[in-house]
Structure formats: structure tokens, C-alpha cells
């Protein structure tokens, strides 16, 4: 009977260490229309007032890149864009719109692949991905968006106006969809980083079966990313989300840490 009562206590405890393992996902819905100017960090305090939300020591806010781009004025007009040669041939080669084209290749510092309709570049941030980041969704017919300047900073300044307000510490990530080679379909991904570190280096940990790990990085940022995209959604006017409950160290952190240098890529 003594054995049983122990096995039990231990399953019990086993199982409440798994409960307590746990993250929240909080959409922030009613946040309006941003236009050139706005103060996200402002817009996003309003918005959880009136949603009787309270942010809490350790919340992380994933922030979809489009409203940041906005109130930073990354928009392009297409009538203001006079397409290139190269933007002329690649587009009518392939049904896109030529000065779709050329905005991609004016913001592209590298083209890695010009195929089949798809065009990689990378940007100047170092980021290699599709269109070097312009799009044409979630904006008025006629324009396109700009990844921000400096994602880094933009997270800087909402998290400074979000602790100023609240009083705790918070970390924020300013997020984008991107492709993945060798798999379908998209994933947010961190483009901006401030309050976390982005990765969590397991190197010369051992594993549970005493095993030494050698190469496990794991992409932290990327990972809440991630997840709060299953809130954000693509067409749920949900551009924020709190991610609550993961167990980080605050710090400064950088969304240039999860760029691969040059001398490591193999893909390069």
C-alpha cells in the first residue's frame, strides 16, 4: 500500500510539473487602421484599456510587421514607380505587375534567384527571403509595404512606451511571414527583437540520456513568432498578440542574431 501511495504521489507531482509548463496566447483586437505617424506603442496601450487587458511582468508582444511599416511610412505608391529594363522583361515574362518588380529590386541587396515566377532576394537587413519583403496584401490597390528600417528599433520603441505605461518588464518582437526552403507553407518569424534573447543556446548541455549536445540553437524568437500567429491569423484584424507565461531572461536582445553570417551559410 506504501508503494502505491508513493507511485501515486510521484505521478501527481510529475503531472503538476506539466501543467504549470505552460503559455497563454492573448489576441489584441481594436486596434485601428494605422496610418504614417501613429504611435503603435500608444495604439496598442489603448487598445488593452478598452479590452480591460493589463500587461504583465514577462509578456511578450508579437507585433505583425504590416502595422509597424505603416506608421513608419515604409509604403510605396506604384503610380510613383518608373519600372526598369529588368523589371519590364522579368515581369511580362511572368505576369507580375513591372513595378511591383522594381520596388522588390530596389530593396534587394542580393538577388538569389530570379525563377518560375519567384524572386529571392535578400534585403539589406540581411533577411533572404520572397519579394525582398514588399507586399501588396493588407494595404490599399495601388501601394505596396516596406519592411521596417530598423525592426530592431521599432521593437525598442513600442516595449519602451509599454513599460513606461505599465510598469513591468515586457519583451516584443516585430514579426513577418516567411517562406521556408524545402518545406510548404509559411511561418512568422522574428524580424525585430527587444527584451529576449532570440536564441536559447543548448551547446555542452547534456540531453536526457546523458548525451552532450554539440549544435541545438534553438530560434526562441522565431518560435513565439510563431505561435502567435495561430491568433494573428491573415485576415483576423488581430495584429497583435500577447504570448504569456514563457519562462525567458529579459535582456536586450536583436533580430540580427538569427541572421546566419556568410562564412556559416551553406546555401549562400
Known amino acids: 500500500m ?12 510529475k503531472n503538476a510539473k506539466i ?6 496566447l492573448i489576441g489584441v483586437a481594436g486596434i485601428p487602421e494605422v496610418a504614417e505617424g501613429d504611435d503603435v506603442g ?3 496601450v489603448r487598445a488593452l484599456r478598452d479590452a480591460g487587458i493589463v500587461a504583465a511582468d514577462s509578456d511578450v508582444f508579437v507585433i505583425a510587421q504590416k502595422i509597424i511599416s505603416k506608421a513608419e511610412g515604409r509604403i510605396v505608391k506604384l503610380d510613383s ?7 519590364r522583361e522579368w515581369a511580362a515574362a511572368f505576369d507580375k505587375d513591372p513595378r511591383v518588380v522594381e520596388v522588390v529590386l530596389r530593396e534587394s541587396k ?4 530570379m525563377e518560375r515566377g519567384v524572386l529571392i532576394a535578400e534585403t539589406e537587413h540581411g533577411f533572404v527571403c520572397a519579394n525582398a519583403g ?3 496584401s493588407n494595404i490599399a490597390a495601388g ?22 505605461v505599465f510598469g513591468v518588464r515586457v519583451a516584443v518582437i516585430v514579426s513577418d511571414t516567411f517562406g521556408r526552403p524545402w518545406r510548404e507553407g509559411l511561418v512568422n518569424v522574428a524580424l525585430g527583437v527587444s527584451g529576449v534573447g532570440p536564441l536559447i543556446d543548448y551547446r555542452g548541455q547534456k540531453d536526457a540520456y546523458g548525451n552532450s549536445l554539440k549544435v541545438t540553437v534553438i530560434a526562441i524568437a522565431d518560435e513565439l513568432a510563431s505561435a502567435a500567429e495561430l491568433v494573428m491569423k491573415k485576415s483576423a484584424g488581430v495584429p497583435v498578440v500577447i504570448v504569456r507565461g514563457f519562462q525567458h531572461e529579459l535582456g536586450d536582445g536583436s533580430g540580427t ?3 546566419r553570417v556568410a562564412e556559416l551559410d551553406l546555401f549562400r
Open 42 to 44: 500608444g495604439l496598442i
Open 257 to 259: 542574431e538569427l541572421i
Open 19 to 24: 501543467v504549470t509548463d505552460k503559455i497563454e
Open 2 to 13: 506504501e508503494e502505491l501511495v508513493r507511485a501515486e504521489t510521484q505521478r501527481t507531482a
Open 81 to 87: 514607380v518608373a519600372p526598369s529594363p529588368r523589371a
Open 134 to 136: 514588399v507586399d501588396t
Open 110 to 113: 542580393r538577388i538569389v534567384r
Open 143 to 164: 501601394s505596396v509595404t516596406l519592411l521596417p528600417k530598423n525592426p530592431d528599433a521599432s521593437a525598442r520603441l513600442v516595449r519602451s512606451t509599454l513599460e513606461e
